[in-house]
């Protein structure tokens, strides 16, 4: 198994909402990680997981809460969101920190906030 | 600061043509370039990568070309098709540090027929 599994690809929900995100991978990777990409810009970065500790919070704002229940799965936890933070939300793997080999990413959550 | 600077921004190339794309860099520790592909709606996607031990590989239609001493890397397509549209990005990483991919910019490609 090659791949990183995002659910659900597509979300709608209000600014009062609260709603997660989930990834899974079988590939055995030790990091994780989600980025937040907006309509033709490049992925940015938003937290890295190493062996299931946050290891990077690139200064994302609280609303966004990662959790990581165990070396397969990646979740975002979303609550009180902005109509600003509708984009496109990947999740990646990699063996490790620092090993961009096999970094895979997933095919995304497409995240609309009304 | 961009730490990977891409270009062009755009590209239209007729179908057979070759397409270029063009990245640099400062940070001399990267020591691994890959290149994504990206459809629209999709994930990036692993086309093909290089180690600057390397100064060109090849897969198929795809080729990168690195140039050490000019910290610049380009990737090549030949014999561009419809199906190639898509938009590209470089990135580069290094073995230290935890965010290991810096993305370039983004060239999105279009090959007309």
């Known amino acids: 198994d090659t791949e990183v599994t995002q659910t659900p690809k597509h979300l709608v929900m209000g600014m009062t909402n609260k709603k997660s995100l989930k990834c899974e991978q079988h590939?055995?990777?030790?990091?994780m990680y989600w980025y937040k990409q907006k309509a033709k810009k490049p992925p940015e970065l938003m937290f890295v997981?190493?062996?299931?500790?946050?290891?990077i919070n690139e200064s994302v704002p609280s609303r966004f809460s990662p959790e990581c229940p165990n070396s397969s799965l990646l979740n975002l936890h979303l609550h009180a969101l902005q109509p600003e933070d509708s984009a496109l939300y990947l999740c990646?793997?990699?063996?490790?920190?620092?090993?961009?080999?096999?970094?895979?990413f997933g095919s995304g959550t497409r995240l609309t906030v009304v | 600061q961009q730490q990977v600077k891409q270009s062009p921004q755009s590209l239209i190339v007729q179908k057979g043509g070759i397409s270029i794309i063009n990245c640099a860099y400062e940070?001399?520790?990267?020591?691994?370039f890959p290149w994504y592909q990206q459809f629209p709606g999709k994930g990036p996607a692993l086309l093909i990568a290089i180690r600057p031990d390397v100064s060109e590989k090849k897969e198929g239609r795809f080729t990168i070309s690195f140039n050490k001493s000019a910290k610049q890397f380009s990737l090549h397509i030949m014999d561009s098709q419809p199906g190639d549209s898509a938009t590209y990005f470089c990135a580069a990483s290094a073995q230290t540090g935890a965010n290991n991919l810096f993305f370039g910019t983004g060239t999105r490609l279009t090959v007309i027929p």
């Open positions: 590939m055995g990777h030790r990091a």
């Open positions: 940070n001399t520790a990267f020591d691994y």
């Open positions: 990646a793997s990699s063996q490790d920190i620092g090993v961009a080999r096999g970094y895979t």
């Open positions: 997981y190493s062996y299931e500790k946050l290891s």
